[in-house]
Structures are given as C-alpha cells and as structure tokens.
C-alpha cells in the first residue's frame, strides 16, 4: 500500500527553535512538494522539486526556511529560528510527473507545528 | 479576486440528497483538481481534470474550460461525505506543477 509518510505527525516547539520536517515520497515518485495550511490561507504551495531538483521555492520565506532533498526517497523542510506564525500544518505530498503531462499528487498525513 | 473561487463555502445536506459544489477560474489551466480533506485533516486526491466528465463510484467531476468551471457533485450522500472538498488549478501561466488552491467547501450531511 503505497503512500507518503511525514514524520513527525506532531511537533510543539519554542520560538527561536530549529524544526525539520521530514517526507518520503511514494517510491518512484519523482515530484515532491511541500505545502501549509493555515486557518487564514488556507493551503500554500511552499516549495516542489523534480528528480530531486528545487524547481520553485518562490513561496517560501528564504530567511528561515529551506528545502532539501539529499536523496530520492527524504524530503526535508526546515525553519530556523521558528516563530509562533510558522504554527500550521504542513503537507508533503508527491506525483510522477510525465513529459508533457499532467501528474495527481498524493498527499502525507501532514505535521501539525505549533511553536509557542 | 482570487485566481479559485469555490461556491458555496458551507453546505448542509440530508442523507440521501444530491450535492453539487462549484469551482470558478480565472487562468488559463492545464488541469483541475479536486481534493477531500477530511475532518481528520488528511488530503485525497479525488479527480484531475482537464476536459470532459469523471466518474468514481457515487462522484462526479465535470469541467467546462471555456467558461472556466467545474463542479463536483456527490450523489446519494452519506454522513461520511462529510469533509472540506477542494478545488485547485494548475496555471498555463506558470511552468511546472504549481497548484493554485481554493479555499475550500465544508460540506455536513447529516442522517
């Protein structure tokens, strides 16, 4: 039963602390992307990546958050310093894109983060 | 004005009645995608549209790309219908796999 896992499903922290979230896409996925949902914005596209690649980070705040991939099957976001805003829940999910085709995304369970 | 406007926000349902919630853009799309979330939070993925009609089980997604709408209709509903349903477009106008989300419609069918 494929599907994408996100770990941890639960995080409280402290303002100022580093929290990395982590995601492992759907094996032979090649498109990952991580999402926030929050009760004012609803879902937001944070950042995605194809073979491993950032391909559009542009929603993410550059100076606290970052985006990696350091192999095929992890996917990490981390905020550091964390702040109470950063509270949400973020979202993983991951898609087989095809060339010149259009690619369903499967989403993980998501973390829920509340910094205090 | 929002890119994805989702109508209406909150419906209430009886058992057995026919749903229809509506989507309405204003890009140029290469696809539509329909997604639950359920009171539990996770996301399922329903439909990915481009043109035409989709049908899974009591479910029906349907799109009209020149007037920018789809509607999702749910037929016989059931109380465990019940969840946010989601409409999100992926632009022409920007490259790669980028969804554009609505804000969602919260949908309560009671028995």
């Keep these: 039963d494929a599907r994408v896992t996100q770990t941890p499903r639960h995080k409280v922290t402290e303002m100022g602390q580093e929290v990395t979230m982590r995601c492992q896409p759907i094996l032979g996925h090649n498109t990952v992307f991580w999402y926030r949902q929050t009760m004012m914005q609803g879902l937001e596209l944070l950042a995605y990546f194809r073979n491993r690649a950032p391909l559009d980070d542009s929603g993410m705040p550059k100076d606290r958050f970052s985006a990696e991939m350091p192999d095929a099957t992890l996917a990490t976001l981390k905020i550091q310093p964390s702040e109470p805003r950063d509270s949400a829940v973020y979202f993983c999910a991951s898609g087989l894109r095809l060339a010149g085709g259009n690619n369903e995304q499967f989403f993980g369970p998501g973390t829920r983060l509340t910094v205090l | ?111």
Aim: charged share 15%; with cysteine; proline share 4%.
């Design chain 2, 1 to 111: 004005k929002n890119e994805v406007e989702q109508s209406p926000q909150n419906l209430t349902a009886q058992e057995g009645e026919f749903i229809t919630i509506n989507c309405s853009y204003s890009v140029g799309i290469s696809a539509l995608h329909w997604l639950q979330q359920h009171p539990g939070g996770g996301i399922v993925s329903l439909f990915m549209l481009s043109s035409g009609k989709k049908k899974h089980g009591r479910l029906i997604a349907t799109i009209n790309i020149q007037e920018k709408h789809s509607s999702l209709h749910i037929t016989a509903s059931h109380p465990r219908d019940s969840a946010v349903y989601i409409c999100a477009v992926r632009s022409r106008e920007t490259s790669g796999s980028r969804l554009t989300f609505g804000e969602g419609t919260q949908l309560t069918v009671n028995p």
